[in-house]
Protein backbone atom coordinates (compact mmCIF):
# COMPACT_ATOMS: atom_id res chain seq x y z
CA UNK A 1 0.00 0.00 0.00
CA UNK A 2 1.42 3.36 -0.91
CA UNK A 3 1.84 5.86 1.87
CA UNK A 4 -0.65 8.04 0.23
CA UNK A 5 -3.27 5.60 1.34
CA UNK A 6 -2.23 4.41 4.59
CA UNK A 7 -2.27 7.30 5.55
CA UNK A 8 -5.80 8.38 4.56
CA UNK A 9 -7.14 5.02 5.90
CA UNK A 10 -5.48 6.02 9.56
CA UNK A 11 -7.50 8.76 9.05
CA UNK A 12 -10.82 8.07 7.91
CA UNK A 13 -10.75 4.96 10.74
CA UNK A 14 -9.31 7.08 13.99
CA UNK A 15 -10.91 8.48 16.57
CA UNK A 16 -10.58 12.75 16.45
CA UNK A 17 -11.06 14.86 18.79
CA UNK A 18 -13.48 16.69 17.72
CA UNK A 19 -16.57 14.27 17.04
CA UNK A 20 -18.36 17.23 14.84
CA UNK A 21 -15.82 16.75 12.08
CA UNK A 22 -17.14 12.82 12.41
CA UNK A 23 -20.29 14.07 12.36
CA UNK A 24 -20.04 16.32 9.20
CA UNK A 25 -18.26 13.41 7.08
CA UNK A 26 -21.15 11.16 8.30
CA UNK A 27 -23.85 13.73 6.85
CA UNK A 28 -21.80 13.90 3.88
CA UNK A 29 -21.72 10.56 3.21
CA UNK A 30 -25.35 10.75 4.02
CA UNK A 31 -26.48 13.34 1.35
CA UNK A 32 -24.28 11.89 -1.41
CA UNK A 33 -26.66 8.89 -0.77
CA UNK A 34 -29.52 10.45 -0.94
CA UNK A 35 -29.08 12.63 -4.11
CA UNK A 36 -27.68 9.53 -6.25
CA UNK A 37 -30.66 7.71 -4.52
CA UNK A 38 -33.06 10.31 -5.48
CA UNK A 39 -31.36 10.73 -9.28
CA UNK A 40 -31.72 7.09 -9.93
CA UNK A 41 -35.26 6.38 -9.09
CA UNK A 42 -36.06 9.99 -10.72
CA UNK A 43 -34.44 8.60 -14.26
CA UNK A 44 -35.81 5.33 -14.17
CA UNK A 45 -39.35 6.73 -13.54
CA UNK A 46 -39.01 9.30 -16.63
CA UNK A 47 -36.98 6.18 -18.32
CA UNK A 48 -39.66 3.87 -17.70
CA UNK A 49 -42.64 6.69 -18.82
CA UNK A 50 -41.00 7.23 -22.34
CA UNK A 51 -40.86 3.62 -22.85
CA UNK A 52 -44.53 3.69 -21.97
CA UNK A 53 -45.54 6.32 -23.81
CA UNK A 54 -43.41 5.01 -27.01
CA UNK A 55 -45.37 1.09 -26.52
CA UNK A 56 -48.52 2.78 -26.76
CA UNK A 57 -48.13 4.82 -29.69
CA UNK A 58 -46.25 2.06 -31.28
CA UNK A 59 -49.26 0.05 -30.51
CA UNK A 60 -51.86 2.59 -32.55
CA UNK A 61 -48.76 3.47 -35.39
CA UNK A 62 -46.50 2.35 -38.01
CA UNK A 63 -43.37 2.71 -37.15
CA UNK A 64 -43.00 4.32 -40.86
CA UNK A 65 -45.63 5.90 -43.26
CA UNK A 66 -44.86 5.93 -46.42
CA UNK A 67 -46.95 8.68 -48.31
CA UNK A 68 -47.36 10.88 -51.99
CA UNK A 69 -47.03 14.77 -51.55
CA UNK A 70 -49.30 14.64 -55.02
CA UNK A 71 -52.33 12.68 -53.34
CA UNK A 72 -52.92 9.14 -53.00
CA UNK A 73 -51.53 6.11 -53.81
CA UNK A 74 -52.95 4.05 -56.85
CA UNK A 75 -50.61 0.79 -58.02
CA UNK A 76 -49.26 0.84 -54.12
CA UNK A 77 -49.10 -2.98 -54.98
CA UNK A 78 -45.29 -2.12 -56.64
CA UNK A 79 -44.37 -0.12 -53.86
CA UNK A 80 -44.65 -2.35 -51.24
CA UNK A 81 -43.22 -5.49 -53.13
CA UNK A 82 -40.51 -2.62 -53.55
CA UNK A 83 -40.32 -1.76 -49.34
CA UNK A 84 -40.64 -5.44 -48.48
CA UNK A 85 -37.35 -5.85 -50.25
CA UNK A 86 -35.53 -3.62 -47.44
CA UNK A 87 -33.39 -4.50 -45.09
CA UNK A 88 -34.84 -4.53 -41.65
CA UNK A 89 -38.32 -4.05 -43.37
CA UNK A 90 -41.10 -6.78 -40.94
CA UNK A 91 -44.44 -5.52 -42.83
CA UNK A 92 -46.00 -3.62 -44.88
CA UNK A 93 -49.58 -2.91 -44.89
CA UNK A 94 -51.97 0.27 -46.98
CA UNK A 95 -53.83 2.42 -44.56
CA UNK A 96 -56.96 5.54 -45.47
CA UNK A 97 -56.54 8.35 -43.30
CA UNK A 98 -59.70 10.63 -43.25
CA UNK A 99 -61.35 13.27 -41.26
CA UNK A 100 -64.93 13.10 -40.83
CA UNK A 101 -67.94 13.85 -38.62
CA UNK A 102 -69.48 11.01 -37.36
CA UNK A 103 -73.51 11.83 -36.42
CA UNK A 104 -75.57 10.19 -34.05
CA UNK A 105 -78.99 10.65 -32.52
CA UNK A 106 -77.52 12.33 -29.57
CA UNK A 107 -74.56 14.06 -30.49
CA UNK A 108 -72.22 14.84 -33.22
CA UNK A 109 -67.77 15.04 -33.61
CA UNK A 110 -65.17 14.81 -35.63
CA UNK A 111 -62.90 12.02 -36.10
CA UNK A 112 -59.92 10.43 -37.98
CA UNK A 113 -61.28 7.59 -39.62
CA UNK A 114 -58.25 4.96 -40.45
CA UNK A 115 -59.27 2.34 -42.62
CA UNK A 116 -56.90 -0.93 -42.34
CA UNK A 117 -56.74 -4.34 -43.55
CA UNK A 118 -58.31 -6.56 -40.55
CA UNK A 119 -56.22 -9.85 -41.80
CA UNK A 120 -52.70 -7.70 -41.38
CA UNK A 121 -51.56 -8.58 -38.27
CA UNK A 122 -49.18 -5.72 -38.27
CA UNK A 123 -52.20 -3.13 -37.83
CA UNK A 124 -53.78 -4.99 -35.00
CA UNK A 125 -55.50 -2.33 -32.80
CA UNK A 126 -54.65 -3.11 -28.95
CA UNK A 127 -57.01 -6.16 -27.60
CA UNK A 128 -58.39 -7.73 -31.03
CA UNK A 129 -56.68 -10.48 -32.84
CA UNK A 130 -56.81 -10.92 -36.37
CA UNK A 131 -60.02 -12.96 -36.19
CA UNK A 132 -61.86 -10.57 -33.76
CA UNK A 133 -61.07 -7.84 -36.69
CA UNK A 134 -61.96 -9.88 -39.31
CA UNK A 135 -65.69 -10.48 -37.78
CA UNK A 136 -66.15 -6.86 -36.90
CA UNK A 137 -64.45 -4.83 -39.78
CA UNK A 138 -67.26 -6.03 -41.90
CA UNK A 139 -67.44 -4.74 -45.34
CA UNK A 140 -71.18 -3.81 -46.45
CA UNK A 141 -73.55 -6.76 -48.11
CA UNK A 142 -75.72 -7.12 -50.29
CA UNK A 143 -78.69 -7.98 -47.79
CA UNK A 144 -78.47 -4.46 -45.72
CA UNK A 145 -76.07 -5.83 -43.45
CA UNK A 146 -73.91 -2.21 -41.89
CA UNK A 147 -70.43 -2.37 -42.35
CA UNK A 148 -68.33 -1.87 -39.01
CA UNK A 149 -66.32 0.66 -37.14
CA UNK A 150 -64.37 0.25 -33.98
CA UNK A 151 -64.86 3.40 -32.03
CA UNK A 152 -62.03 4.95 -29.46
CA UNK A 153 -63.48 4.52 -25.90
CA UNK A 154 -63.64 8.11 -25.45
CA UNK A 155 -65.26 8.84 -28.49
CA UNK A 156 -67.64 6.18 -28.05
CA UNK A 157 -68.71 7.93 -24.45
CA UNK A 158 -68.81 11.75 -26.04
CA UNK A 159 -71.22 10.28 -29.01
CA UNK A 160 -72.84 8.40 -26.22
CA UNK A 161 -73.19 5.13 -28.45
CA UNK A 162 -72.42 1.08 -27.76
CA UNK A 163 -71.76 -1.45 -29.48
CA UNK A 164 -74.59 -2.61 -32.03
CA UNK A 165 -75.38 1.31 -32.10
CA UNK A 166 -75.58 2.41 -35.83
CA UNK A 167 -73.98 5.95 -36.49
CA UNK A 168 -73.69 8.18 -39.94
CA UNK A 169 -69.80 8.63 -41.20
CA UNK A 170 -69.69 12.48 -43.20
CA UNK A 171 -67.11 12.80 -45.41
CA UNK A 172 -66.04 16.40 -46.75
CA UNK A 173 -65.74 15.07 -50.83
CA UNK A 174 -69.11 14.46 -51.81
CA UNK A 175 -71.35 16.04 -54.39
CA UNK A 176 -72.21 19.31 -55.78
CA UNK A 177 -75.87 20.24 -55.96
CA UNK A 178 -78.36 23.06 -56.43
CA UNK A 179 -78.37 23.51 -52.85
CA UNK A 180 -74.85 23.54 -52.27
CA UNK A 181 -71.91 20.88 -51.57
CA UNK A 182 -73.75 17.31 -49.91
CA UNK A 183 -70.92 15.83 -48.16
CA UNK A 184 -70.90 11.94 -48.82
CA UNK A 185 -72.86 9.81 -46.41
CA UNK A 186 -72.65 6.33 -44.91
CA UNK A 187 -74.33 4.61 -42.23
CA UNK A 188 -71.91 2.23 -40.02
CA UNK A 189 -72.37 -0.24 -37.03
CA UNK A 190 -70.43 0.36 -33.84
CA UNK A 191 -68.99 -3.32 -33.98
CA UNK A 192 -66.54 -2.67 -31.01
CA UNK A 193 -64.67 0.21 -28.63
CA UNK A 194 -60.94 -0.02 -28.32
CA UNK A 195 -58.61 1.52 -25.59
CA UNK A 196 -54.87 2.79 -26.50
CA UNK A 197 -54.02 4.55 -23.48
CA UNK A 198 -53.53 7.92 -25.25
CA UNK A 199 -56.23 10.06 -24.88
CA UNK A 200 -55.65 12.06 -28.07
CA UNK A 201 -56.68 8.51 -29.88
CA UNK A 202 -59.18 7.38 -27.61
CA UNK A 203 -60.88 10.02 -28.14
CA UNK A 204 -60.67 10.97 -32.31
CA UNK A 205 -59.72 7.84 -33.28
CA UNK A 206 -61.82 5.08 -35.57
CA UNK A 207 -61.23 2.18 -37.67
CA UNK A 208 -62.88 0.81 -40.67
CA UNK A 209 -62.13 -1.60 -43.49
CA UNK A 210 -59.54 -0.09 -46.38
CA UNK A 211 -62.78 -0.88 -48.63
CA UNK A 212 -65.52 1.36 -46.59
CA UNK A 213 -62.76 3.40 -46.18
CA UNK A 214 -61.78 3.58 -49.55
CA UNK A 215 -65.73 4.00 -51.10
CA UNK A 216 -66.27 6.56 -48.45
CA UNK A 217 -63.35 9.04 -49.69
CA UNK A 218 -63.62 8.27 -53.58
CA UNK A 219 -60.32 6.63 -53.56
CA UNK A 220 -61.08 3.55 -55.48
CA UNK A 221 -58.58 1.49 -55.41
CA UNK A 222 -55.91 3.82 -53.75
CA UNK A 223 -54.29 4.53 -49.95
CA UNK A 224 -53.53 7.41 -48.31
CA UNK A 225 -49.68 5.87 -47.07
CA UNK A 226 -48.34 2.33 -46.51
CA UNK A 227 -47.60 1.84 -43.11
CA UNK A 228 -44.31 -0.09 -42.56
CA UNK A 229 -42.87 -2.00 -39.69
CA UNK A 230 -39.12 -2.49 -39.37
CA UNK A 231 -37.95 -5.42 -36.99
CA UNK A 232 -35.98 -2.66 -34.77
CA UNK A 233 -38.06 0.64 -33.83
CA UNK A 234 -34.53 2.61 -33.19
CA UNK A 235 -33.44 2.10 -36.62
CA UNK A 236 -36.81 3.29 -38.43
CA UNK A 237 -34.71 6.41 -39.22
CA UNK A 238 -32.22 4.25 -41.06
CA UNK A 239 -34.91 2.22 -42.99
CA UNK A 240 -36.68 5.19 -43.95
CA UNK A 241 -33.46 6.26 -46.20
CA UNK A 242 -33.32 3.31 -47.64
CA UNK A 243 -36.81 3.59 -48.66
CA UNK A 244 -36.23 6.52 -50.07
CA UNK A 245 -33.35 5.72 -51.68
CA UNK A 246 -35.42 4.26 -54.81
CA UNK A 247 -38.78 5.75 -53.91
CA UNK A 248 -38.20 9.49 -55.54
CA UNK A 249 -40.25 12.10 -55.39
CA UNK A 250 -43.02 12.37 -55.29
CA UNK A 251 -43.05 9.92 -52.50
CA UNK A 252 -41.68 11.03 -49.00
CA UNK A 253 -41.73 9.33 -45.21
CA UNK A 254 -41.68 9.96 -41.81
CA UNK A 255 -40.98 7.77 -39.04
CA UNK A 256 -42.22 7.63 -35.47
CA UNK A 257 -39.64 9.58 -34.01
CA UNK A 258 -40.46 12.39 -36.15
CA UNK A 259 -44.40 11.76 -36.19
CA UNK A 260 -44.04 12.62 -32.69
CA UNK A 261 -41.04 14.45 -32.32
CA UNK A 262 -42.46 17.12 -29.83
CA UNK A 263 -43.75 14.47 -26.94
CA UNK A 264 -40.78 12.62 -27.13
CA UNK A 265 -38.16 15.89 -27.13
CA UNK A 266 -40.53 17.59 -24.12
CA UNK A 267 -39.56 14.03 -22.63
CA UNK A 268 -35.91 14.10 -23.04
CA UNK A 269 -36.32 17.80 -21.56
CA UNK A 270 -38.02 16.54 -18.33
CA UNK A 271 -35.69 13.90 -18.00
CA UNK A 272 -31.72 16.25 -18.62
CA UNK A 273 -33.96 19.10 -16.23
CA UNK A 274 -34.22 16.95 -13.23
CA UNK A 275 -30.90 15.27 -13.80
CA UNK A 276 -29.81 18.30 -13.36
CA UNK A 277 -31.92 19.93 -10.63
CA UNK A 278 -31.58 16.68 -8.52
CA UNK A 279 -27.75 17.10 -9.28
CA UNK A 280 -28.15 20.02 -6.77
CA UNK A 281 -28.81 17.59 -3.90
CA UNK A 282 -24.75 15.89 -4.17
CA UNK A 283 -23.42 18.83 -4.76
CA UNK A 284 -24.88 20.39 -1.48
CA UNK A 285 -23.17 17.28 0.16
CA UNK A 286 -20.05 17.78 -2.29
CA UNK A 287 -20.03 21.12 -0.08
CA UNK A 288 -19.89 19.04 2.67
CA UNK A 289 -17.17 17.37 2.44
CA UNK A 290 -14.98 19.75 1.40
CA UNK A 291 -15.79 21.13 4.84
CA UNK A 292 -15.39 18.48 6.73
CA UNK A 293 -11.65 18.22 4.87
CA UNK A 294 -10.93 21.75 5.69
CA UNK A 295 -11.46 21.09 9.52
CA UNK A 296 -9.56 17.90 9.43
CA UNK A 297 -6.79 19.92 7.61
CA UNK A 298 -6.87 22.10 10.49
CA UNK A 299 -7.44 19.65 13.12
CA UNK A 300 -3.95 16.96 11.50
CA UNK A 301 -2.28 20.92 11.15
CA UNK A 302 1.00 18.95 13.51
CA UNK A 303 0.76 15.95 11.75
CA UNK A 304 0.67 17.49 7.87
CA UNK A 305 4.07 19.89 9.31
CA UNK A 306 5.76 16.44 10.45
CA UNK A 307 5.09 14.31 7.10
CA UNK A 308 6.88 17.61 5.71
CA UNK A 309 9.77 17.42 8.26
CA UNK A 310 10.31 13.33 7.05
CA UNK A 311 10.72 14.71 3.39
CA UNK A 312 6.45 14.30 2.22
CA UNK A 313 6.02 16.44 -0.94
CA UNK A 314 3.50 18.49 -1.47
CA UNK A 315 1.79 16.22 -3.98
CA UNK A 316 1.71 13.40 -1.43
CA UNK A 317 -0.36 15.79 0.96
CA UNK A 318 -2.58 16.84 -1.60
CA UNK A 319 -3.03 12.95 -2.58
CA UNK A 320 -3.76 12.02 1.10
CA UNK A 321 -7.09 14.28 1.37
CA UNK A 322 -8.05 14.01 -2.01
CA UNK A 323 -8.00 9.93 -1.19
CA UNK A 324 -10.05 10.74 1.81
CA UNK A 325 -13.09 13.16 -0.18
CA UNK A 326 -12.93 10.52 -2.78
CA UNK A 327 -13.42 7.46 -0.55
CA UNK A 328 -16.12 9.63 1.48
CA UNK A 329 -17.92 10.37 -1.38
CA UNK A 330 -17.69 6.28 -2.97
CA UNK A 331 -19.25 4.96 -0.16
CA UNK A 332 -22.02 8.26 -0.40
CA UNK A 333 -22.54 6.68 -4.07
CA UNK A 334 -22.43 3.44 -3.46
CA UNK A 335 -25.10 3.09 -0.96
CA UNK A 336 -26.68 5.52 -2.87
CA UNK A 337 -27.07 3.64 -6.13
CA UNK A 338 -27.78 0.46 -4.22
CA UNK A 339 -30.84 1.93 -2.22
CA UNK A 340 -31.72 3.65 -5.76
CA UNK A 341 -31.69 0.63 -7.45
CA UNK A 342 -33.59 -1.70 -4.57
CA UNK A 343 -36.21 0.90 -4.74
CA UNK A 344 -36.56 0.71 -8.61
CA UNK A 345 -37.06 -3.34 -7.81
CA UNK A 346 -39.50 -2.90 -5.58
CA UNK A 347 -41.61 -0.96 -7.56
CA UNK A 348 -41.23 -2.71 -10.51
CA UNK A 349 -42.56 -5.83 -9.00
CA UNK A 350 -45.12 -4.34 -6.71
CA UNK A 351 -46.98 -1.67 -7.56
CA UNK A 352 -47.78 -0.15 -4.83
CA UNK A 353 -48.05 3.55 -5.67
CA UNK A 354 -51.35 3.91 -7.77
CA UNK A 355 -51.81 7.08 -9.76
CA UNK A 356 -54.90 8.90 -10.50
CA UNK A 357 -57.02 8.38 -13.45
CA UNK A 358 -56.16 11.32 -14.90
CA UNK A 359 -52.79 9.68 -15.78
CA UNK A 360 -52.08 7.66 -19.13
CA UNK A 361 -50.63 5.29 -16.25
CA UNK A 362 -52.63 3.16 -13.88
CA UNK A 363 -49.22 2.47 -11.51
CA UNK A 364 -45.35 4.18 -11.67
CA UNK A 365 -43.76 2.88 -14.21
CA UNK A 366 -40.18 2.34 -13.55
CA UNK A 367 -37.34 1.18 -15.94
CA UNK A 368 -33.65 0.24 -14.83
CA UNK A 369 -31.04 1.15 -17.07
CA UNK A 370 -27.47 0.69 -16.82
CA UNK A 371 -26.16 3.47 -18.85
CA UNK A 372 -27.94 5.88 -16.86
CA UNK A 373 -27.31 4.71 -13.17
CA UNK A 374 -23.45 4.49 -14.90
CA UNK A 375 -23.26 8.26 -15.55
CA UNK A 376 -24.91 9.14 -12.30
CA UNK A 377 -22.83 7.53 -10.71
CA UNK A 378 -20.17 9.16 -12.14
CA UNK A 379 -21.58 12.28 -12.38
CA UNK A 380 -21.55 11.93 -8.30
CA UNK A 381 -18.07 10.84 -7.75
CA UNK A 382 -16.92 13.66 -10.14
CA UNK A 383 -18.58 16.42 -8.08
CA UNK A 384 -17.07 14.70 -5.04
CA UNK A 385 -13.53 15.04 -6.36
CA UNK A 386 -14.07 18.18 -7.01
CA UNK A 387 -15.13 19.05 -3.51
CA UNK A 388 -11.49 17.81 -2.50
CA UNK A 389 -9.49 20.04 -4.53
CA UNK A 390 -9.18 23.33 -2.67
CA UNK A 391 -8.85 21.49 1.25
CA UNK A 392 -6.19 18.84 -0.22
CA UNK A 393 -4.10 22.60 -2.18
CA UNK A 394 -5.06 24.29 1.22
CA UNK A 395 -3.47 20.93 3.16
CA UNK A 396 -0.13 21.09 1.00
CA UNK A 397 0.31 25.08 1.53
CA UNK A 398 0.53 24.33 4.82
CA UNK A 399 3.91 26.15 6.40
CA UNK A 400 5.63 23.05 8.90
CA UNK A 401 7.65 24.83 10.77
CA UNK A 402 4.92 27.69 12.11
CA UNK A 403 2.09 24.73 12.25
CA UNK A 404 5.00 23.10 14.65
CA UNK A 405 5.51 26.04 16.60
CA UNK A 406 1.58 27.42 17.14
CA UNK A 407 0.29 23.78 16.92
Known sequence: MSLEFFIAGRYLRAKRKEGFIS???FFSIAGVAVGVMALVIVIAVMSGSETDFRKRILGVEPHILVMKSSGPL?????????????KGVKAVSPIVFAQTMIRTSRAMSGA???????????????????????????????NGELPGII??????????????DRIVLMA?????????HIPALQRF???????????????????????????????????????????????????????????????????WMEINKSLFSALKLEKTAMFIILSLIVLVAAFNIASALIMMVMEKAKDIAVLKAMGATDRIIRRIFMIQGVVIGFFGTFTGTMAGIAACLVL??????????AYPFSTLPVQLEFTDVFFISIAAMVLCFLATIYPSFKASATNPVEALRYG
Do not use: C
Not at 214 to 219: A, C, N, R, V
Open 172 to 180: PNGMISPVG
Open 74 to 86: YNYQKQIKKINNV
Open 151 to 164: LGKELALHLGVGKG
Open 189 to 255: KVTGVFESGMYEYDNSLAYIHLNEAQKLMGMRGGVSALGVWVDDIFSAGKVKKSILSFLKYPFYAKD
Open 23 to 25: LIT
Open 112 to 142: VIRGIEPENNFSLIRGFTVKQLKDKLVTGKK
Open 348 to 357: QKYKFIKLPA
